[in-house]
């Protein structure tokens, strides 16, 4: 079957062939896959890892996939499903053998696409049912969002269980897919929302956003106009410098700030009983959270997010600066089948 590898001997991403996997409890008929940053960090092997004893590793972790063939009858062939990416630590840790592996204490976890385990760039792939949530027919077009959505689902749980008073106003750094998709779910659950990020006022961007009712801009807003703020730009500066906007027992939730050194007014922190959290990956919940937050969501608002690619294109879809500041590919997706 086809694939997009990131071959670890020659420390190059490539496309190939590899044999169909085989065993499994459901047969998966993979339909597209989404790319994201960390494929990008990935193919620039910044960190990662092939399965044990291989060197190549499928790509691919924000998947959209049908059943083919399956022993549970919970999900039958022909069922629509977005697969989870973390799997348990060995052992496993309390968090791990609660479901929450994206609160893993060990560390041994590992992550499809990722982190010692193929992901699903190719043609097929093998699960349990465990980690497959079904995904209603009618959301087909935009599914592929649904792994990217659990992580914001999971910012915005965090942000709102940390934040001791009733948060209203949502900032946003960043307008990737990540950012975009914690606008909408900031929307969703009532809140004002601003984005601020470097593509330019009039971008495409931009315009998504100020349509949908959310304030954009380039650079941070006034000290106090955020109860709650969402870091999906990479920067920590930015993220350190937007404490200032923080209002009294606010919340910010880092998802892909570096580790760097910044400034970090403690003080303030403790004055205004401010929290600063980091949070990755998603739990079961999120999940489920997700396909409701999309179902809900304006469908042209999200099918304008994507931009579809054969597979044949996945090379230059992981070399390219996407998204590209000011660039239109949002969400850039390969279809396998
Ligand atoms: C994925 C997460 C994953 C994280 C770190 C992100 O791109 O969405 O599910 O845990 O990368 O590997």
Redo the contacts with the bound molecule.
């Keep these: 079957m086809r694939a997009l590898l990131l071959d670890f001997s020659e420390r190059r991403p490539r496309l190939g062939d590899l044999p169909e996997p085989a065993g499994g409890e459901v047969r998966l008929r993979i339909l597209e896959c989404g790319t994201?940053?960390?494929d990008r960090d990935l193919a620039a092997f910044a960190f990662g890892a092939p399965p044990a004893g291989e060197s190549q590793l499928i790509l691919g972790?924000e998947a959209v996939a049908e059943v083919a063939a399956s022993s549970n009858p919970a999900l039958p062939p022909g069922t629509l499903v977005v697969p989870a990416?973390?799997r348990a630590c060995p052992g496993p840790c309390a968090s791990c053998a609660t479901g929450r592996r994206d609160l893993c204490l060990t560390g041994a976890y590992r992550?499809r696409g990722?982190?010692g385990l193929h992901g699903y760039c190719a043609e097929w792939a093998v699960d349990r049912a465990e980690d497959l949530f079904p995904v209603p027919r009618a959301l087909a077009g935009v599914a592929v969002l649904v792994?990217?959505m659990s992580?914001v689902e999971k910012a915005c749980d965090t942000a709102v269980r940390l934040h001791p008073g009733l948060p209203a106003r949502l900032l946003v750094l960043g307008a990737g897919a990540v950012g975009i998709l914690a606008a909408w779910a900031g929307l969703q659950r009532g809140w004002q929302v601003t984005v601020v990020s470097r593509e330019p006022e009039d971008g495409v961007r931009a315009r998504l956003l100020r349509a949908a009712g959310v304030t954009y801009r380039t650079t941070l807003p006034a000290a106090g106009a955020a109860d709650l703020i969402i870091e999906a730009c990479g920067a920590a500066e930015l993220a350190a410098a937007s404490l200032a906007c923080l209002r009294p027992l606010g919340v910010l939730v880092a998802l892909g700030a570096r580790n760097t050194t910044v400034p970090m007014p403690f003080l303030d922190l403790i004055v205004g009983n401010q929290t600063i959290a980091g949070s990755?990956?998603?739990g079961p919940e999120h999940f489920r959270q997700a396909i409701a937050t999309l179902t809900a969501l304006e469908p042209a608002w999200l099918r304008s997010m994507i931009e579809r690619r054969p597979l044949h294109r996945a090379l230059e879809s992981l070399a390219g600066p996407v998204p590209a500041p000011g660039g239109d590919a949002i969400k850039v997706v390969h279809t396998l089948h």
């Design positions: 994201c940053g960390t972790h990416v973390r992550e990722i982190l792994e990217p992580v990755v990956n998603a």
